[in-house]
T-cell receptor
Framework: NAGVMQNPRHLVRRRGQEARLRCSPM?????VYWYRQLPEEGLKFMVY????????ESGMPKERFSAEFPKEGPSILRIQQVVRGDSAAYFC???????????FGEGSRLTVL | AQTVTQSQPEMSVQEAETVTLSCTYD???????LFWYKQPPSRQMILVIR??????QNATENRFSVNFQKAAKSFSLKISDSQLGDTAMYFC?????????????FGAGTRLTVKP
């Protein structure tokens, strides 16, 4: 049973470009969470999704950031018009249900030049 | 809002010794979960131990144990017989036991170095 798969592991973008980060949850998991980790800091909650629904996006910046978890395929975290402050590690986690333990992927490190 | 505080940015311990990492949290909830995650240099987030707030007994996983003090809102992690592979960032985390939301809130982390 493969774990949570994130890709790309490393992504470099220039200011103003778009970044797309993908997350495939563990098999059987229908709940996906995105977290952002700045250097030397803990993980900050961004968004919680179930298939085709955003449940809680209270941690998402109001502009440029969006997330989806379609019926088929991975969850996507999209950052439009990236700025240097978006440089961080973005972690995806999945769980089998509302009160399940979270299983984390290895993260995607975004660097904005 | 729930907050998680780890007051020790860095700690070190000699191999085979015991070390305790501190964590306090603030919540008005009565039912919740607490976790310790380990993040080695590979950056993988690895669950070390979890505790349900309704359980009075402290959780234990091999060399890892917790001291859960619900009234004091304290959740410390004790690592016994420290090994070099325990060197990592350790994050304390809180999760509400709620129907509509179970996002996890993390502390800022403690960097643990195990010295040979």
């Amino acid at each position: 049973n493969a774990g949570v798969m994130q890709n790309p592991r490393h992504l470099v973008r220039r200011r103003g470009q778009e970044a797309r980060l993908r997350c495939s949850p563990m098999k059987g998991h229908s709940h996906v969470y995105w977290y952002r980790q700045l250097p030397e800091e803990g993980l900050k909650f961004m968004v919680y999704l179930q298939k085709e629904n955003i449940i809680d996006e209270s941690g998402m910046p109001k502009e440029r950031f969006s997330a989806e978890f379609p019926k088929e395929g991975p969850s996507i975290l999209r950052i439009q018009q990236v700025v240097r402050g978006d440089s961080a590690a973005y972690f995806c986690a999945s769980s089998p249900g509302r009160r399940g333990e979270l299983f984390f992927g290895e993260g995607s490190r975004l660097t904005v030049l | 809002a729930q907050t998680v505080t780890q007051s020790q940015p860095e700690m070190s311990v000699q191999e085979a010794e015991t070390v305790t990492l501190s964590c306090t949290y603030d919540t008005s909830e009565n039912n919740y979960y607490l976790f310790w995650y380990k993040q080695p240099p590979s950056r993988q987030m690895i669950l070390v131990i979890r505790q349900e707030a309704y359980k009075q007994q402290n959780a234990t996983e091999n060399r890892f144990s917790v001291n859960f003090q619900k009234a004091a809102k304290s959740f410390s992690l004790k690592i016994s017989d420290s090994q070099l592979g325990d060197t990592a960032m350790y994050f304390c985390a809180f999760m509400k036991h709620a129907r509509d939301n179970n996002d996890m809130r993390f502390g800022a982390g403690t960097r643990l170095t195990v010295k040979p």
